[in-house]
């Protein structure tokens, strides 16, 4: 119990940190900003799924590169969810998707959407799924970062619109968003 409370705290704290201080007019804008995370997915009780994401901070918003595998052919929901909590064996102590501006769910290219919906990933016949791109809705740095958040791949196709998770089903694979690189100035 004791491990998985430290866990929460310390992914909680450094989320804090880095968003607190991604303000340049904050008074520890010297503190480096994200430009890389990473999630290692492993499977939820059941499931054999497991692969990696990246979040890339670029010019346009946040690379999004997935590489994902033991998936059942077709489109699954693949949210950023809101908390990094991963000690549930289905999933669900990561709660709802991430949506720091109260908004309805949606696909990634709606208007009105959580942050968290990045919309599908497709598998191919063996399982394989990858998934490279460009999210103006993400963020690595400041008050909406997602960093100590968490990814969530589900069982089922993500309709886009069906309130509040787009009817994805259960939760296959679970993983904690942390960061792998930052700036050098």
Same mark, same amino acid.
């Given at each position: ?36 995370? %990473? ?12 692969? %990696? ?34 000690? *549930? ?12 501006? *109260? ?35 993400? *963020? ?46």
């Amino acid at each position: 119990m004791y491990k998985h409370y430290s866990r929460v705290l310390g992914m909680t704290l450094v989320s804090l940190l880095f968003g607190a201080c991604a303000q340049k007019s904050s008074p520890c804008a010297a503190y480096p900003q994200v430009e890389k995370a %990473t999630t290692v997915l492993s499977p939820t009780r059941g499931n054999n799924v497991f692969g %990696t994401v990246t979040f890339t901070q670029v010019d346009d918003g946040v690379l999004v590169e997935a590489d994902i595998h033991g998936l059942e052919p077709g489109n699954h929901g693949f949210h950023v969810h809101h908390l990094g909590d991963i000690d *549930s064996s289905d999933g669900t102590a990561t709660k709802g998707h991430f949506n720091p501006h *109260s908004m309805d769910h949606g696909g990634p290219f709606s208007e009105v959407r959580h942050a968290g919906d990045l919309g599908n990933i497709t598998a191919d016949s063996s399982g394989y799924a990858r998934y490279h791109r460009i999210d103006k809705w993400l *963020s690595l740095n400041g008050p909406a970062s997602i960093v100590g958040r968490s990814v969530i791949v589900h069982a089922a196709n993500d309709d886009l619109h069906s309130q509040p998770t787009g009817a994805a089903g259960a939760r296959v694979a679970q993983g904690v968003i942390g960061v792998s690189g930052i700036a050098n100035d």
